[in-house]
Structure formats: C-alpha cells, structure tokens
C-alpha cells in the first residue's frame, strides 16, 4: 500500500473508528437493556449471559481466522463484509421474535464483528507506519471505546425506557451504512505480502475449546456436576489439541512463536483479565441498580456514567502516554485503580451508599480508561507488518475471551448465589464473590503490568519479531512464495526498523 498524505490517513482512520464504535455501542447499549430483555422474553440469568456470550464467543471464535483472511484476500474487502454481516443482523435482532431467535441473530451480529476490528486495527497499523504516529492513532482508536462507554448507558437507557429493548439495535444502521459508504471510497486495499493458507483444523478446535468452556460455565449451577465435568474435558481436549497441532503446522491458525514475546504474551492475559472485569462490572452493575434498586434504564444508565465519562477522559491521555513514554505508566495505574474499585465493592459494600457507589464506578472507569491503549499497542508494535492482521486479531480475540469468560463465571457465581431465595434480599451477598474475581483481575493487569514493561521483555519481544522474520525467510527459500515472498522480507525488515 503506498503511502496516504496526513488527511487521508486521518480519513481512514476515522472510518475504522466507526466500526469500533457501533461494535462497543453494541456492548455497553445492551447490558442496560438486559433487566427489560429479561422481562419481555421471559428469560434467566443463564438466558441473559447467554445473549451477552453468544456474540462474544464467536466472535472470539472467528477473530483469528478474520485477521489472517484479511491479510490473506484483502482487509478492505473483509472489513466491507464484516460491516455489511453486522448491520444485517442489527436489524435481524431487532425483529427477533423469541430469546432463542435473539441469540441466533447475535451470533450473525458477531460473524460480522470478528471482521470489523481486527481489520480495522490492521489497517490502522499498515496506514501510520511511524511508531509515533501509530501510537497517537491507537490512543484515539482507544477514546472511541471511552466514547461509546459515556454514550452507551445513556442513549441505551433512553431507547429502552421511551421505545423498547428493540431500538438498540437501531442505531447501528446508519453508523454502518456511512461507515460501509466510505471504506467503498475511501479506505486503500491491502494485503500481507505472504498469503497465509487456511488452517480448518486449527479453528476447529479454537470454537471446541471456548464453546465448550464457556457451556460449561453458564450451566453449572444448573446442571448435573458430570454434566459440567464432560463439557470441561471436551475443552481440555481442545486446548491441548490445538497446542500439539499448531506448532506442527508451517502457517497455523495462532503462530505460537508470537508468544515467545514477553509483553506480547503478558498483552494478552492483560486483555482478557481486564475485559473479563469489565463484562462482569457491568453485569453485576446493570442487574444491581434495575432489579434491586429498581430504577429505570435511563436512570441505571446515568448512575453509570462516572465510570464511562473516565474511560472517555483517560483513554487518550492513556494514548498519548504511551506513545511518548511506553505502556508501564498506564497499566500500572489501570491495574491500581481496577483493583482498588473490585475491593470497594467486595469487602467494603460500595453498594451500601450512593457516595461509595458512585466513587467505585468513578475509579474503576479510570482504571479501565488506562488500559486499553497499552494491550492494542504492545500487540502489533515490533511485530513484522506482514503479520499485523494476526498479532491485531490475537489481541481482539483475548478482549473477547475476556469479555466471554467475566460474563459467563461472574453470571454463574451469581446464579449460584441467588439460588432460590429472594432477589433483591440476597443479591449483594451473592454478587459479592463476583467482585472479588473482579478485584483479582485487576490484579493480574497489575503485576502483569509491572512484570512485561521492562528492558528483558523488550528484548524477548526484539527475538520474537526476529524470528518471525526468519520463518518467513526460510518458507521462501524452500520455494513456497515468489516474487510477493520477497517483498514481504522487505516490508516486513522495514517495519521492524520503524518499529
């Protein structure tokens, strides 16, 4: 891809912000309407966190296989699709005539979403080649997550309380329609150098092991112990599977040799320990404030904002921060705060006042606004470009995996907690281990943080880029490419320079 003048690599990244946008709106917009889904389908705990994970869980499922099909056919072209599939089944799920039809059409919703921000974020990375510029271009990318998270609650609170639970999936019919109208215009095709070749195997065994895994969770309060045990083996199978399998193969579906980075690994248990926390805050949050305070949506949504106007405040600062200073800062003061928010609530019953309740979001809003510029950025950086689309989807899909596990073992402790007894009665008692595991990933982002920033892990990363870098080398020299392959060293050294 040649080189964009200043306005129109700002053009393309605004574009890419789009889809960001409608997926986050998509997340924080629906847990307010939960408590009134809840009510009009007739549905569970176990329903509600079913038609939260749906989407979450394939689209941690097809992330990977999205980002390397890009690379592989052309980002433009996917992330058209993707944005086609997602608005397609907005519009299908606002029709949706029962719990079971909503949780199909999510699923279409996530088809289309696995497509969107891993894509997105590769061309993000393969439009602003200066390290600088990419990382002031990935703080931006991370003020639209705050940007959706002060605006979710609000508008998803007032559709819900004047229109219905349908209209929120409305709203991301026009975003997509702009946002596919200009990628047609204005965003460059581009593509890896190197074709990655399909792995069916490998994605075979990634949707085995997180289906599995996260069934497994959602029912077990409710489910025979043998039940659970099998649906857990099935996933342990899985893992192990795709352990064995991936490192065997020439081009697997996740190149296990990314992981011999230091900060890319820790990057990666950092995206899900932080999105874990923050699917279960707002799950716990939403079903708190409507069921056991018994506000409205509007009004669950502007208890809430404290914590989203801090994501919108802190995400850029977070942005600017690492580009000019490296990611230490920030995850230091993401895991303090998100750790500090998680024990206020557990052990010192935040709930118990308005003033403690409003301090917990307002810290843990901080917390998550200081995150999740330093994951995306430590992801791609000094990985070889030609890679983008996959070391982009690995840190997507460790978001989603996050998100999927928070709501799914939060859900169920939850669950398991209520029992049979009254709701509002025994709700804080139960949520109460909830926080806790909250507190505890903040935590890991925490010392994760403090471990992976350092000058050892810099240089675990410099050998893991260069490897890479060999690999595709040595693929070449045995025939497998052609003139592409050669480029592909090129671009591929010249990013690691830039890097």
């Known amino acids: 891809m040649s080189e964009l003048s200043s306005r ?5 990244l605004a574009i890419c912000c789009m889809s960001l946008l409608i997926v986050s709106l998509d997340v924080t917009v629906l847990n307010v309407a939960l408590p009134s889904m809840e009510r009009d389908l007739g549905a569970s705990v176990a329903g509600m966190q079913w038609a939260l994970d749906a989407y979450t869980l394939v689209l941690a499922s097809l992330l990977m296989l999205a980002g390397s099909t890009a690379d592989r056919i052309g980002r433009r072209r996917v992330f ?3 944005l086609v599939l997602f608005t397609l089944g907005s519009v299908l799920c606002s029709l949706a005539p029962s719990l079971d039809w909503l949780i199909v059409f999510r699923m279409i919703q996530a088809i289309g979403g696995s497509m969107l921000n891993p894509v997105a974020m590769s061309i993000i990375t393969n439009t602003f080649t200066d390290p600088r510029e990419r990382a002031r271009a990935i703080g931006v990318w991370g003020g639209v997550v705050g940007i959706s998270m002060a605006a979710g609650p609000i508008i998803g609170g007032l559709l819900v309380d004047t229109v219905g639970w349908r209209s929120i999936f409305w709203i991301n019919l026009p975003v997509g329609l702009a946002a596919l109208l200009l990628t047609w215009r204005y965003v460059p095709e581009s593509r890896a150098p190197k074709a990655r070749r ?3 195997v490998g994605q075979v065994l990634v949707i085995a092991l997180l289906g599995s895994l996260t069934y497994a969770i959602i029912e077990a309060p409710g489910s025979p112990v043998t039940h659970t045990l099998a649906f857990g083996a099935v996933a342990l199978a899985a893992l192990l599977g795709l ?3 991936e490192r065997r193969r020439t081009e697997p579906l996740i190149d296990l040799r990314f992981f011999r980075s230091v900060p890319f690994s820790g990057a990666t248990v950092i995206a899900v320990s932080a999105f874990a926390a923050l699917s279960g805050f707002l799950f716990l949050s939403t079903l708190y404030l409507q069921n056991v ?3 409205s949506a509007l009004d669950a949504g502007l208890w809430m904002l404290p914590m989203a106007v801090m994501c919108f405040v802190c995400a850029p600062i977070s942005g600017r921060l690492v580009g000019s200073r490296g990611p230490r800062f920030s995850l230091l003061m993401a895991g303090v705060a998100m750790t500090a928010s998680g024990v206020l ?6 709930e118990s006042s308005n003033a403690t309740l409003v301090i917990g979001y307002f810290v843990f809003g901080l917390g998550f606004g200081f995150v999740n510029a330093p994951i995306t950025n430590t992801a791609v950086s000094g990985m070889p470009r030609s890679q983008a689309g996959v070391a982009a989807a690995v840190a997507s899909t460790s978001r989603q995996t996050g998100g999927t596990l928070g709501v799914a073992v939060i859900g169920a402790v939850l669950a398991s907690g209520i029992g049979a007894g009254p709701y509002k009665e025994v709700f804080a008692a139960a949520a109460r281990p909830g926080w806790w595991i909250i507190a505890g990933c903040g935590l890991a982002v925490l010392v994760l943080g403090a471990v992976t920033t350092g ?3 810099r240089r675990t990363a410099e050998r893991a880029a ?3 870098e060999d690999g595709e080398g040595a693929s070449r020299e045995d025939g497998s490419e052609g003139k592409d392959g050669d480029a592909g060293v090129r671009g591929a050294a010249g990013a690691r320079t830039a890097g």
């Open 455 to 457: 000058g050892w892990a």
């Open 198 to 200: 399909p792995d069916p």
């Open 466 to 468: 260069g490897r890479l």
């Open 8 to 12: 129109r690599r700002m053009l393309v």
């Open 243 to 245: 352990l064995y399998y």
């Open 345 to 350: 609530f557990a052990g010192f019953d935040a």
């Open 293 to 295: 305070r018994g506000l």
């Open 80 to 82: 058209l699709t993707g």
